[in-house]
């Protein structure tokens, strides 16, 4: 963790410090809500369909049958609750056979009946793929962090003013603490520990 060295948020410059924070957290609150928006948009079909007949690629495999020297059923291992116990938080475990089974045996029969779910609501015009998620998640994110060191700073202001005023919960610590998060890489050494799996914690 190291001092937060980005341009200084804006305060408010009139005097009513109390209006100016609840500015800010409805623009916080509107920023949040895109980036709910993002996270909640559904994948284009063929990215789903993708995504679906790799998931039930790696079921199958996991419930295929062993036939190697005997009949072997894959098993899937569960937890269940004891019963009949003084300790009623008590858990046990036990092998099942793997539900997986089914995939291993009806693949193809499973993949058809998924792609017609799939096909059967599309939303591909409202839809967004993987990477142009990830890329506008990225900038609402630092947009929200933004937006909270504006707060937070506001709310300190406040503070100092003897006004009532308080961080909420939803505000980064970054942004309350004034810091920013930086990745360190390890000091490589020429003998001991593995390089890039132990720090120097002496200096």
């Known amino acids: 963790m190291e001092d937060f060295t980005g341009s200084p948020p804006k305060l408010p410059k009139e005097t009513d410090i109390l209006a100016a924070l609840a500015r800010a957290r409805q623009a ?12 909640g948009c ?6 789903a369909k993708r995504r679906m007949r790799s998931m039930v690629e790696d079921l199958a495999q996991r419930g295929a049958v ?7 059923w894959s098993q899937e291992l569960v937890q269940v609750q004891v019963a009949n116990t003084d300790k ?6 036990c092998a099942v056979q793997d539900t997986a089974l089914f995939a291993w045996v009806h693949k193809q029969a499973l993949i058809e009946r998924l792609e017609a779910e799939i096909d059967r609501e599309p939303d591909d015009r409202n839809a ?4 142009e998620r990830a890329r506008r998640e990225a900038e609402l994110q630092a947009q929200i962090l933004a937006q909270d060191r504006n707060e937070a700073e506001i709310v300190w202001l406040a503070r100092e003013r003897g006004l009532p005023a308080e961080h909420r ?8 603490l004034g810091c920013q998060s930086v990745v360190v890489a390890p000091r490589v050494e020429t003998s001991g520990s593995t390089p890039g799996m132990s720090w120097d914690l002496r200096r």
């Open 169 to 176: 919960r939803s505000c980064s610590p970054l942004a309350i």
């Open 42 to 47: 559904c994948y284009p079909s063929d990215h």
């Open 88 to 93: 009623p938080a008590a858990v046990g475990f």
């Open 128 to 131: 967004l793929g993987p990477d």
């Open 66 to 72: 062993n036939v190697d020297h005997d009949l072997q």
């Open 28 to 39: 916080s609150d509107e920023l949040a809500g895109g980036l709910n928006r993002v996270r």
